[in-house]
């Protein structure tokens, strides 16, 4: 199995101190529908959150044939990243993804006393098994303050 996994970084580096994480895995309806109507959902959220106040970084990963897919961000605090999962594409989204005869996804928050993009504690986290398969990374560029943050 191949995963396809990219990250981007918001800021240019880390605060100093707690930083909140939330994370998801979903699984989309099947169908060809289903796969486009998620494609242009996942461009909106993610020009949403480029522009969101309080977002540090993002990380997504998604199963290269298949539907599952998983979300790990990096917050300032948990009120601004309910500001965001509450408005915008996001809200619009997710009712889309929840809606009812969609599949159950898994959600996890925590607050961490420094930032992490390290996805074995986001399956840990989310009780979900670690996908088995060769991770493909997008070479995106990693910005001089993020370089020592474990991933």
Known sequence: MLLLRRSHYLVPAPPNGPVFHAATVLRRSSGWRAARTFSQ??????????????????????????????????????ARMLAFVRAGDHRVAADWLTGPGRPDGQFAQWEAPTASLRWDEVYTRLGSPTPKGRVLTAPNPVPLGWRTVPR
């Open 41 to 78: 959902f996942n461009r909106r959220v993610e020009r949403q959150l480029t522009t969101t106040p309080g977002a540090l970084a993002y990380s997504l990963q998604r199963r290269a044939l298949g539907r599952e897919f998983w979300t790990l961000s990096l917050w300032t605090d948990r």
